[in-house]
């Protein structure tokens, strides 16, 4: 299994070689990318990181008008979270291994950290973690870390939501009665399960605190009993405020938001579709409309709240009006492949495959353009999330694909 996992990733490290680095140039169809996190500077809008589920983590220091990929040396290429030190953006912690579960999900090898901006990276362990969602995980057996908060104005004051999550082939258990919202208030040495408001059974669950009231606290979580649960005494006391289950949807799937660095009462929900609320929670709207769907991420300028930047299934947009509007940045060539082919045509074979929610691609591995293989050379073959493809012998225009169902 090694050997293979081996020689899948040699083959996506060789196509990435063929592209090399993307310049901003005029782009005349999306790409199309999976990415799981998206990390920017605070005060600094030309520096902002971004992961893929399976194409390692990229980096612009211009604002997004050109990336360059910074983990391609290392041997996992599938990144679940980014974190930046605090007023030290330089040094960088990236969590390997997909934390958004599908039917399939690529894994990771533990975290990495860098202390010169992505330039070179020291493995720091745990390994066998597989997926790592904040950073962190949890060594109880049965249960893991689906997301964690901290106190911005007292350190020692961490949240952490404990999340029992088991995939079989046949079906799938999401959460127990011995998971849920805790608290420590010692820097991490113990820790206090909350209970009061909230339910007794919760399935996959993110908690964050306000930064600019951190007595104010949310918990969304897949559950029978409410969507969006907030405390305004740190946690002490909780109440249901949003019952919509658009934005769990999938819960173990999404079950994401992020308050506002300014305004404790504006949030946003990741879902099918990213979701925001100015009320406290209690009613949501649908923003970033015609992207893509899926969003995994949201992050924030601290000192520039009208500048977001957003990940999802599609890849990376930004928005600079507090999420009215957004543009796509379709320059990262990060891509979720389920398998790949290449077919026997000359005199430059075609490779291509199928894409986690982004259909079926066809194109060839060398072209006599001087400007080397575009976007328009690769054609949509079948919609849907894609998966095994194949080509006739004989006449190469003619395919079998699937998608899901």
């Known amino acids: 299994m090694r050997s293979r996992t081996r020689t899948v990733l040699s083959s996506l490290i060789m196509l990435a070689a063929l592209i090399g ?3 901003a140039r005029q782009v005349d169809q999306p790409d199309m990318t999976a990415a799981t996190d998206v990390e920017g500077v605070p005060g600094d809008p030309r520096t902002v990181y971004a992961a893929a589920a399976s194409g390692g983590v990229w980096k612009t220091v211009n604002g997004g008008i050109s990336w360059q990929p910074i983990f391609d040396d290392q041997p996992i290429a599938s990144i679940g979270d980014i974190a930046l030190e605090p007023g030290n953006p330089e040094v960088i912690y990236v969590g390997t291994g997909e934390s958004n579960f599908r039917n399939t999900v690529a894994f ?3 975290v990495y950290k860098s202390t010169d901006g992505g330039r070179t990276w020291r493995h720091l362990g745990l390994e066998e973690t597989r997926h790592i969602s904040r950073i962190v995980i949890d060594p109880d057996d049965e249960h893991g870390v689906s997301d964690m908060d901290i106190d911005p104005g007292n350190p020692n004051i961490l949240y952490a939501g404990m999340w029992h999550f088991e995939r079989k082939p046949w079906n799938f258990t999401s959460g127990s009665e011995n998971g849920g919202v805790f608290r420590s208030v010692d820097g991490g040495d113990t820790w206090h399960k909350l209970d009061r408001g909230l339910p007794r059974l919760m399935g996959r669950i993110g908690v964050k605190v306000a930064p600019g009231n951190p007595r104010v606290v949310y918990v969304i979580a897949e559950s029978r009993e409410g969507s969006l649960f907030r405390s305004d005494d740190g946690g002490e006391q909780f109440r249901m405020v949003s019952d919509d289950a658009r934005i769990v949807s999938r819960g173990f799937y999404y079950a994401d938001i992020r308050v506002d660095p300014t305004d404790e009462n504006r949030v946003f929900a990741m879902a099918i579709w990213l979701y925001r609320s100015i009320d406290g929670g209690s009613r949501f709207e649908q923003v970033s409309r015609g992207l893509h769907s ?7 300028d601290p000192e520039d709240p009208d500048r977001i930047w957003q990940a999802s299934d599609g890849g990376v947009g930004v928005s600079y009006d507090r999420g009215d509007s957004w543009e796509y940045v379709g320059l990262l060539p990060f891509s979720q492949f389920y398998q790949l082919y290449a ?3 000359e005199p430059f074979y075609f490779v291509g ?6 259909c079926t691609w066809y194109g060839p591995s060398r072209t006599r353009d001087s400007s080397g293989i575009l976007n328009s050379d690769w054609k949509k073959i079948s919609s849907g999330d894609g998966f095994f493809a194949v080509a006739h012998p004989e006449n190469p225009e003619l395919f079998l694909t699937e998608s899901q169902g």
Do not use: F, K, T
């Open 21 to 23: 680095p993307v310049e």
């Open 108 to 110: 990771g090898n533990g």
């Open 294 to 300: 899926d969003y995994h991420a949201v992050w924030i």
């Open 343 to 345: 077919d026997n045509r």
């Open 353 to 358: 495959g199928g894409l986690q929610d982004n």
